[in-house]
Each structure stands twice: as C-alpha cells, then as structure tokens.
C-alpha cells in the first residue's frame, strides 16, 4: 500500500523526462535551421571537406559545429602579445590585442571588435539560454558569445574561442 503512494510521482516522472529531452533537441534543430539559414550566402565561401583538411579537428568542431574549447587549455586566454586576431578559416581581422581583458573565464575576452562590420550577431536558444553568438562576417564561422558583463568602455564581453581565431603579433613588439 505505501508503494502505491509513490506511483503517481512515478509516472509524472516519466512523463516529463522525455519532454525535457524533446525541448533540447527542438532548440538544438532551431538553432541548426537558424545557422544553415545564416549561413547561405557568406561572403568568403568555404568547401567543408577543404577545411576538415586545413584545420585541426577541435578548429573544425567549434568554427563549424558551434562547438566550445576548454577554459584554460586554449592557445590565447593568457595571451599578452601585442598583435592582431583574425578568423582562422578566412584570415579576416577581428580583434585587437588592445581591447583584449583577462575575464577570468579561461578564454580569450574583448571589449569591442576590431569594427562593427568585422563580427555578426546572432539570437541562441540552445541548451535553455538566450544568448548571442558571434561569427565571422566573412564566412560565418562560429567565434563564441558575447556577454553585458565587460568592461568600459563597452560594458561586453566578447568570449571568444582560441580555435576560432590566429593572431599574427606587431612587427614593433618582436
């Protein structure tokens, strides 16, 4: 008799779990059809097979599969060189070093991009966010997030991905 107390709390179980894994696959398919609709007409056209041969895998997974690199195990989070970061698959500037800030978060973090036409933003809803994406206004590879939580002048933060991005250093700071 007591078991049967439990039985409702048992189905209600049962029958919400699968409903909270049908939101996160709707979100992940709407942000897909979302990039794939973006994603049409870049200005810098890339051949995927080309570029599975040019990048290493972890550049491929989070330039093209919106992927994220570890925090604190990439090339640029504590990067303090003088230079220039551009977009590892069109080589298109980005970010200076000069609005570049330690965030604290374990990836490479900006105030502002090297110009407003450099960067596009896009709404993501996945995993239950809202958030804003950042990608290459070339090719439309996926760079990171930016956040409202930076510093002046700005007030973002653009959390990049040490993947997504080279940096070419000053000629003056070697």
């Given at each position: 008799m007591?078991?049967?107390?439990?039985?409702?709390?048992?189905?209600?179980?049962?029958?919400?779990?699968?409903?909270?894994?049908?939101?996160?696959?709707?979100?992940?398919?709407?942000?897909?059809?979302?990039?794939?609709?973006?994603?049409?007409?870049?200005?810098?056209?890339?051949?995927?097979?080309?570029l599975?041969?040019?990048?290493?895998?972890?550049?491929?997974?989070?330039?093209?599969?919106?992927?994220?690199?570890?925090?604190?195990?990439?090339?640029?989070?504590?990067?303090?060189?003088?230079?220039?970061?551009?977009?590892?698959?069109?080589?298109?500037?980005?970010?200076?070093?000069?609005?570049?800030?330690?965030?604290?978060?374990?990836?490479?973090?900006?105030?502002?991009?090297?110009?407003?036409?450099?960067?596009?933003?896009?709404?993501?809803?996945?995993?239950?966010?809202?958030?804003?994406?950042?990608?290459?206004?070339?090719?439309?590879?996926?760079?990171?997030?930016?956040?409202?939580?930076?510093?002046?002048?700005?007030?973002?933060?653009?959390?990049?991905?040490s993947?997504?991005?080279?940096?070419?250093?000053?000629?003056?700071s070697?």
């Amino acid at each position: 008799m007591i078991k049967l107390k439990f039985l409702p709390y048992i189905f209600t179980l049962i029958s919400v779990l699968p409903a909270c894994g049908q939101t996160q696959t709707n979100e992940l398919k709407n942000k897909t059809s979302m990039n794939e609709k973006i994603n049409r007409n870049p200005e810098v056209e890339v051949n995927k097979e080309e570029l599975k041969q040019k990048l290493t895998t972890e550049q491929y997974n989070v330039t093209q599969m919106c992927s994220t690199e570890p925090p604190f195990k990439n090339k640029y989070w504590d990067n303090h060189i003088t230079g220039m970061y551009s977009c590892v698959v069109c080589n298109s500037p980005l970010f200076n070093s000069d609005t570049k800030f330690d965030s604290g978060t374990g990836w490479p973090s900006f105030f502002k991009p090297i110009n407003d036409k450099s960067i596009i933003e896009i709404k993501d809803t996945a995993y239950g966010m809202v958030r804003t994406e950042i990608q290459c206004s070339k090719c439309h590879a996926h760079l990171g997030h930016v956040f409202d939580d930076g510093p002046r002048p700005t007030g973002l933060r653009y959390c990049m991905n040490s993947a997504s991005m080279n940096f070419t250093q000053d000629e003056k700071s070697k």
